[in-house]
């Protein structure tokens, strides 16, 4: 089992910076590839950035690629998420994942635990 809580989230104003963090306790963290995801109100949870066990490769959804960095500290256990030039679009739910692959997912299903989520809202 892995249990993963997600903290970082808030209320900033278009184009400003947050950073979530996600802390990952249980099984062996840097056996994992970690992901994050986000839903917004009224849609589906969508995959955002993930990052293969060892940190040297990353994916993007092309909505943040170049705004959004994702990084891991194997040592702390934790996957950081820096968020620069937000959008309004980007106001969701976000939700750390891990999945217990070296290979980095794109899917949902691709993944085996999840957070509960921390509420990023970017005014305009």
């Known amino acids: 089992q892995v249990q993963l809580v997600e903290s970082g989230g808030g209320l900033v104003q278009a184009g400003g910076s947050l950073r979530l963090s996600c802390a990952a306790s249980g099984r062996a963290f840097s056996n994992h590839c970690m992901g994050w995801f986000r839903q917004a109100p009224g849609k589906e949870r969508e995959f955002v950035a993930a990052?293969?066990?060892?940190?040297?490769?990353?994916y993007y959804a092309d909505s943040v690629k170049g705004r959004f960095t994702i990084s891991r500290d194997n040592a702390k256990n934790t996957v950081y998420l820096e968020m620069n030039s937000l959008k309004s679009e980007d106001t969701a739910v976000y939700y750390c994942a891990a999945r217990v692959a070296y290979v980095i997912g794109v899917e949902e299903y691709e993944y085996d635990y999840w957070g509960q989520g921390t509420q990023v809202t970017v005014s305009s």
């Open positions: 990052i293969n066990w060892s940190g040297d490769i990353t």
